[in-house]
């Protein structure tokens, strides 16, 4: 199947694993809070419009998607499109509400846009090309993983949230910011050899 019909009052679409599917409608249904895309290599695209109460969306090994909507939903609170190596960037606006944000092996996305305030879990391991986070990091940050962002040079400041810190493989990474007011209990820092 490459394309699905017209769909109506579902509340969670799981596709997962479809790997022939080549487009959503551009209409998904107005109440769905769940979309599952993981898989979906020959998914080229989203809807310019994802729907306003989406909650969850999943677009994990969507290998062919270079883009996304300009706008993702304002309700959205998890977010995965690990593996989504084609993906050049992130809106420039993410959502107010979201809590995780899983981009590992978004090899090549170079820089994040702003994150919002209530985000808690950050990944990037593999994210090759990234260079830079942003100058803030949310306050309510758990869990930063960075390991083999080989073009990372150097780390903003980190909130006292932090629980999980790992960047190991970070092989340009000069030197680490403070981490005596984090709350972080478990750092992994091997193959960091630029680190002095």
């Known amino acids: 199947m490459q394309q699905l019909p017209e769909l109506q009052n579902c509340t969670v679409l799981s596709l997962s694993g479809c790997e022939q ?5 551009e209409q998904l249904p107005a109440g ?4 599952d895309c993981s898989g979906c290599r020959a998914l080229q695209r989203l809807p310019a419009q994802l729907p306003p109460k989406l909650v969850n969306l ?3 090994n969507c290998t ?3 883009q996304l909507p300009e706008q993702l ?6 977010f995965d499109c690990r593996d989504c190596r084609e993906l050049q960037q992130l809106p420039p606006h993410l959502p107010p509400k979201l809590v995780n944000l899983w981009l590992s092996k978004c090899t090549s996305i170079e820089q994040l846009p702003e994150l919002p ?3 808690q879990v950050l990944d990037c391991r593999g994210c090759s090309a990234l260079q830079q986070l942003p100058a803030q990091l949310p306050p309510k940050l758990k869990y930063l993983w960075l390991s083999n962002c080989t073009a990372l040079e150097q780390l903003p400041a980190l909130p006292s949230s932090l629980f999980n810190f790992q960047c190991a493989g970070c092989s340009s990474l000069r030197q680490l910011p403070d981490l005596s007011q984090c709350q972080v209990n478990h750092v992994y820092l091997r193959g960091c050899d ?3």
């Open 21 to 25: 599917l080549q487009q959503l409608p």
């Open 32 to 35: 769905l809070i769940g979309l």
């Open 58 to 60: 999943w677009l994990s």
């Open 64 to 66: 062919a998607i270079e």
């Open 73 to 78: 939903p304002a309700s959205l609170t998890h």
């Open 117 to 119: 305030p209530t985000l």
């Open 194 to 196: 630029g680190l002095k």
